[in-house]
């Protein structure tokens, strides 16, 4: 069960989509065959207390945290992380400042790992 977790700050304003950009890391995900639609789980945070640097200029970031069970090879992780990188990348518009774009891949290790799950459909 992959999860994504977006970090941005506030001063992107209509510059980044958040909603817009997990549903297209969702797509990339799924059309990789890497899993199903109903096993992504993804949140976007909007941070609005940030500081890059010494806080000289204004800056902006868009940090994506992908969290992935250990089981696949390290190109098949690698080749992930790097399209979910450009696709990141794309999904960033043009605001009048630097904006840092960054990625990390963490594996999520089954034996170190305690985790519940319910669902509950209300149909």
């Given at each position: 069960m992959p999860h994504l977790m977006l970090e941005y700050t506030d001063n992107l304003g209509e510059a980044f989509n958040p909603r817009l950009t997990l549903f297209k890391l969702h797509k990339s995900l799924i059309n990789a065959h890497l899993c199903e639609a109903d096993e992504l789980k993804s949140r976007a945070i909007r941070v609005h207390d940030h500081l890059i640097g010494d806080g000289s200029r204004?800056?902006?970031?868009?940090h994506l945290r992908f969290a992935e069970h250990?089981?696949?090879d390290e190109d098949s992780k690698r080749?992930?992380?790097?399209?979910?990188?450009k696709e990141l990348c794309?999904?960033?518009g043009n605001p009048p400042f630097p904006v840092q774009i960054?990625?990390?891949?963490?594996?999520?290790?089954?034996?170190a790992r305690r985790y519940l799950k319910s669902i509950?459909?209300?149909r």
């Open positions: 204004e800056q902006g970031f868009v250990a089981c696949r080749n992930t992380m790097e399209s979910l990188h794309g999904c960033v960054t990625t990390e891949a963490i594996e999520l290790q089954p034996e509950r459909d209300v």
